[in-house]
């Protein structure tokens, strides 16, 4: 018998728990808890992949050379203005590597995106949770009077995981006007492609009118790779060059940068999924309503049911039927899948009460 090691660890990691995997479950689950894609990746992905399979003795290019030229064609932007890693996570978490440290303090919307306060645990920084207003939506003006001198970034996440409610422009430039220049502020935009393209914010513009914004995107959702961990994020090049510095060397990975151009290049058929996705959550949302479940209204691939006592109902429900769903303490939030697969799910709700 070995004695049980004892290594001495950063105080910041006291108040991080120990990441415990959820039980899985024998036989066929219908899995809704992860806005993923609920589509098979596409041949021009799979293809791509096998194909470069052959090389993989060889390191990656280590900063995406051809991806970020891609992309920035794409969005209109310059290569040197992308900083890309293992899933928009990683670069999230390079990006308040870069900025914050113990003692400084990181804003964020809560309820918010679940890795937020374990990024920012990391960087040794304490995360400040602002309530989000009763509609879900970012108390901008909160927000930013929680903004002080030890402040080093500000997260926005639109639309809004879990609530799936956007944020719109008119509290976006109010806070931007209130947010010290020298303070970065995070617009994670992981579920842009499924938000109204008339109404929602744009990344790429915003980046160009404010200096101190960085927007981070991601192909796991929309895109449908979320198995090959690969997102980025977009400022002003002299943001970019800091986030890269706390990069781990190769974080984006033969096969992540290989998918992620071929994904791109098949804008149309993403485009098509997208627009089933959208036209499902309607149908979802519609469905719920009518039945009395009180929705908030939801821009992602995503819905939030509100509230403890809906929570339960909805999550016993949905073991009944096979159907994993994300619960949270105040909540409980359901991803679009395919139409067979939200017909499952409307079906495992019939039978419950809304409250
Ligand atoms: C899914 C998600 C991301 C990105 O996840 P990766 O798989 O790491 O790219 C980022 N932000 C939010 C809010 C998300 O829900």
């Known amino acids: 018998m070995t004695e049980t090691a004892r290594i001495r660890t950063r105080k910041a990691l006291e108040a991080i728990a120990t990441y415990k995997p959820g039980k899985g479950r024998p036989g066929k689950v219908t899995k809704l808890s992860s806005n993923e894609n609920p589509f098979a990746p596409l041949d021009a992905v799979t293809e791509a992949v096998a194909e470069a399979a052959t090389a ?28 890309l890693g293992n899933g928009s996570c990683s670069v999230i978490q390079s990006l308040l590597l870069a900025v914050a440290e113990s003692g400084d303090e990181v804003v964020m919307p809560w309820r918010s995106f679940e890795a ?7 960087s040794g920084a304490t995360a400040v949770p602002v309530p989000l207003r009763p509609d879900f939506s970012h108390d901008v003006e909160a927000l930013a009077d929680a903004v002080t001198d030890r402040t080093r970034a500000v997260l926005l996440c639109t639309p809004n995981n879990p609530t799936g409610t956007p944020l719109r422009r008119d509290d976006l430039t109010y806070l931007m006007e209130r947010v010290p220049g020298d303070v970065v502020v995070l617009l994670d935009e992981a579920y842009f492609d499924f938000d109204d393209p008339t109404e929602r914010l744009d990344g790429t513009e915003l980046i160009e009118t404010y200096p101190n914004l960085i927007a981070a995107r991601t192909f796991s959702k929309a895109y449908g790779l979320a198995g090959l961990r ?29 998918a ?4 791109l290049g098949e804008a149309e058929a993403v485009g098509e ?6 036209a499902e959550r309607e149908r979802v949302c519609e469905t719920l309503r009518r039945a009395g479940w009180q929705i908030p209204d939801t821009r992602a691939n995503f819905l939030w049911i509100p509230g403890e006592a809906g929570r339960d109902a909805v999550v016993a429900a949905c073991e009944d039927a096979a159907i994993s769903v994300r619960a949270f303490p105040d909540g409980v939030r359901i991803s679009i899948g395919a139409p067979e697969e939200n017909s ?12």
């Open 273 to 278: 999924q997208v627009r089933t996705i959208v």
């Open 344 to 355: 499952q799910l409307l079906a495992a709700l019939e039978g419950v009460t809304p409250r």
């Open 116 to 122: 937020y306060p374990i990024l920012v645990g990391v």
């Open 260 to 263: 992620a151009l071929a994904a």
């Open 56 to 83: 993989l003795n060889r390191y990656p290019d280590m900063v995406s050379t051809m991806l970020r030229e891609t992309l920035a064609q794409t969005l209109g932007l310059s290569a040197e203005q992308f900083v």
């Open 230 to 258: 690969v997102g980025y994020a977009m400022a002003q090049v002299s943001t970019i060059e800091e986030v890269w510095k706390t990069t781990v060397p190769f974080s984006t990975n033969a096969l992540a940068q290989v």
